[in-house]
């Protein structure tokens, strides 16, 4: 059993390459943040939505010709080996949240020195703990690194920094918890007595693993089939 705690995050990230980042509101991390628009689309739908005469673009939630062969591939190459939450907990993924508003949990990976499109940082699962999609956070570059991932750079999002750890109380559940970027909490790893400074763990508590994510580029789609689209927020055929 997975229990949540809140630590005071107020952004949202997580990371990759050795870091990574997440976005969006406090319940919802990783994926939530699938507002699938670009820092350059974001400037674009502002410029045209105020511009006479020109109606507001949208990004379609579809996949391409293009995205479709390479989230093809991607999906045979982590379904051989991550189809499962124990196939992940294996390979070093820990769950950070619990089922979440769109039906999957997140799991993250701590130990990738590398992220590319077989070696995603975070993976989400349904509540059948069977792999559903996932999320590449990379570092904050000028722009997306869309020669590394077969997606559309206006896919890319930005994700702020925060803090994620877990936790429990004797024999307890693992308990879940978050917090801005604190000075002390700005670079790994981190310590029990780092978080308790901050009053973030009950004093009798032991830590299961604590990450500093930076703000990086955030890219993430289902691998399952979504009549909303590989890069929809939400997958009716994914039942919380």
């Known amino acids: 059993m997975i229990e949540r705690v809140d630590g005071g995050l107020t952004g949202t990230n997580l990371t990759a390459f050795p870091q990574r980042a997440v976005v969006g509101k406090v319940d919802v991390y990783v ?122 750079g206006e896919r890319w999002t930005t994700v702020h920094e925060h803090v994620h750890f877990n936790y429990r109380i004797g024999s307890g559940p693992i308990r879940m918890g978050e917090s801005r970027p604190r000075p002390n909490l700005r670079r790994n790893p981190i310590t029990w007595a780092e978080l308790r400074a901050d009053h973030l763990l009950p004093a009798n508590s032991t830590l299961v693993w604590a990450y500093h994510h930076p703000t990086n580029w955030d890219l993430g789609f289902w691998l399952v089939p979504n009549p909303n689209g590989a890069f929809a927020n939400m997958n009716p055929k994914v039942r919380k």
């Open 31 to 152: 994926k939530a943040y699938r507002w699938r628009f670009s820092t350059l689309a974001v400037a674009l739908l502002f410029a045209l939505t105020f511009a006479p005469g020109r109606a507001a673009p949208r990004i379609s939630q579809h996949a391409s010709s293009t995205e479709r062969t390479f989230i093809s591939a991607v999906k045979r190459n982590l379904m051989e080996r991550y189809s499962t939450t124990a196939q992940a907990t294996r390979a070093g993924y820990v769950a950070i949240t619990g089922i979440e508003t769109d039906g999957t949990a997140v799991y993250f990976n701590p130990r990738l020195t590398r992220v590319d499109r077989f070696h995603p940082n975070f993976l989400w699962y349904d509540k059948g703990g069977k792999l559903a999609g996932l999320d590449y956070e990379v570092p904050r570059y000028p722009t997306p690194p869309v020669g590394l991932f077969g997606a559309s």
